[in-house]
């Protein structure tokens, strides 16, 4: 379970905040998408449920005990740095301190990726790349898993087949999924709840409301 109360933050430490005042909770084998306008202050609540940054006010609590991120395809887009595909995982791998070396080859296999596991990772497509990074994700078999925006530069089928495994691992594998989204559609389709962060702070709310909002604020049907 995670439960962040009363979270005060902003990067000089004095208001204006960007989060003010926030509570947000989220049960076991839930799948959550956090949505909300640029600068809502979705990747600050994330980077803090991360521990990477820590509230000036407030408290936050995540029971679960194994935590992997999956950052942006795009994050290393324009990086020409000399690495494959498996050797960036088998370092991850070893940096979680898991012996079994074919640990990297069904992390591969279980987004359909064994065939570039020998391509740098700077010659692969946004699809391509962010299926590599759910593959480095899920090698420590997470049971929470946090995503930033994972259909961002990603081609349409990639996209679809994306989804359709992280749907799989929420619902076979009962793996905590939290999604900073843009993608309204895979956001009604694929959430059990949804978060919307506005002002600072946010509310919970169903798939269903959600998609009525969207249609009251004239986003159209989704």
């Known amino acids: 379970m995670i439960c962040a109360e009363g979270l005060y933050f902003s990067y000089t430490g004095t208001a204006p905040w960007i989060l003010?005042?926030?509570?947000?909770?989220?049960?076991?084998?839930?799948?959550?998408?956090?949505?909300?306008?640029?600068?809502?202050?979705?990747?600050?609540?994330?980077?803090?449920?991360?521990?990477?940054?820590?509230?000036?006010?407030?408290?936050?609590?995540?029971?679960?005990?194994?935590?992997?991120?999956?950052?942006?395809?795009?994050?290393?887009?324009?990086?020409?740095?000399?690495?494959?595909?498996?050797?960036?995982?088998?370092?991850?791998?070893?940096l979680l301190k898991i012996k079994d070396r074919n640990r990297t080859d069904e992390a591969l296999a279980a987004v359909g990726m064994q065939a570039v596991s020998d391509r740098l990772i700077s010659t692969l497509s946004g699809g391509q790349r962010q299926k590599v990074f759910i593959a480095r994700g899920i090698i420590g078999d997470p049971s929470l898993l946090v995503l930033d925006?994972?259909?961002?530069?990603?081609?349409?089928?990639?996209?679809?087949?994306i989804y359709a495994y992280l749907k799989k691992l929420n619902s076979e594998k009962t793996v905590t999924i939290l999604s900073v989204e843009h993608n309204l559609d895979a956001v009604v389709r694929n959430s059990t709840a949804i978060y919307h962060m506005s002002g600072g702070s946010g509310h919970m709310c169903s798939p269903e409301t959600y998609r009525r909002e969207l249609v009251f604020a004239g986003g159209g049907a989704v």
């Open 20 to 94: 003010n005042n926030l509570c947000f909770t989220a049960e076991d084998g839930e799948y959550i998408s956090i949505v909300g306008s640029n600068g809502a202050g979705k990747s600050t609540l994330v980077k803090l449920l991360l521990g990477l940054l820590s509230p000036l006010r407030g408290s936050i609590s995540v029971t679960q005990d194994r935590t992997a991120f999956v950052p942006q395809a795009n994050d290393l887009a324009d990086s020409h740095f000399p690495v494959t595909v498996r050797e960036m995982l088998d370092s991850y791998r070893r």
């Open 149 to 161: 925006e994972p259909s961002a530069g990603v081609d349409p089928e990639s996209r679809k087949e």
